[in-house]
């Protein structure tokens, strides 16, 4: 078991990975004041799978609300259905949330948590590589509005983060994959050899052995930990962590959630490399590279189907990262380095997306 730190001063929290980890609930739960409750709230499908094994660690009947699988549910009109049951429940300030599945119950569970009597304590135990490699860590919590991704939420951070890999085993191959784009993200933006290492590492990474990964969750939590720790809202550093997001999300708008975030994000990654290196500011080779890598794990290259430029160009001027109303880009310049740029025209949109089109 590996137990990463992610360092907030008083906020600072422990990232727990490995086998079995969610023996560490129990301890933590009742360092709690005393008769203090637990509200679990987890994606339904997550639920039928693991629920059993998690209550048993959990012991006394916790109140379990469950959230139908998919993005829609993240979502204001769910946050309010957990709000009313919380109510009912009469979950108050010393009791706790704990988040069970994916990124999408993840940001759902931990924007109810944040703003329930104007914040309670939240503990997240996630289900996919996506959410254990990147979503629940860092404290950003939120839903979607429809004008676009995760437009309403709040920095709120866990108490902890347990990601027991005995969960990942139900994982679908194509959700597992999808969390492998942000794991080439975190080595793109931070770590160089950690690029390396996955490519040292693919098949073996890709046939999902327990050790593989301990040790390729672990080495993005401690990347997340250390961008987060230095960065926590999002002034400077943490923004390099939106590299292949500008256009990841308004792909992800554009296609309805067709697609998985992971999905995006890596059609994002090769859409801002092509920026890059019309920029000069990427050699062809190192594009050709993370393109090769993302291929090598199964992630897409293409768009599954047509999409007009200009409605991206829309979505994306509706992202978080908009100031002034132009998009922020964080362009890669070398494994490991990054630039941020303000200017990226439309053009320059269009010619990366036509690269994306299906063929
Ligand atoms: N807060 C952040 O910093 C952050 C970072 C990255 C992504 N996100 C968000 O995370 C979300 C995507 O997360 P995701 O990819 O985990 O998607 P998800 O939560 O929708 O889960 C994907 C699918 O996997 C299923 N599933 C989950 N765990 C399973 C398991 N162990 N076995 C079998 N099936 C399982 C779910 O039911 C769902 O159908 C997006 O909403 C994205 O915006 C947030
Ligand atoms: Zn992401």
Redesign the pocket.
Known sequence: MRCVNLDLGPRSYPIHVGDGAQRVLVPLLEARPRGARLAVIA?A??AE??LDSLLAALGPSPLVLTVP???AS?SLASAENLYDALAAARIERDDVIVSF???????LAGFVAATWLRGIDFIQVP??L??AV??AV?G??GVNHRAG??LIGAFYQPAAVIVDID??T???QR?FV??LA?SVKHALVREAHFLDWQEAHADAVLARGPVMLEELIARNCEIKAEVVGRDEREQHLRAVLNYGHTIGHAIEHVLEYEL???ECVALGMLAENHISCARGLLERAAAGRVAGLLMRLGLPARLPRAIDARDILRASQMDKKVRGGAPNFVLLTKPGETTRVADVSEVEIVAALDALQPT
């Open positions: 994606d499908h997550v799978l693991h699988p998919g993005e993240k599945g994916g990124g999408m119950v993840g940001d289900t996919t996506l959410a990147d979503a860092g950003k919590t991704k995760n969960f990942l139900t994982l679908p959700d999808a969390g942000e998985r975030h992971g």
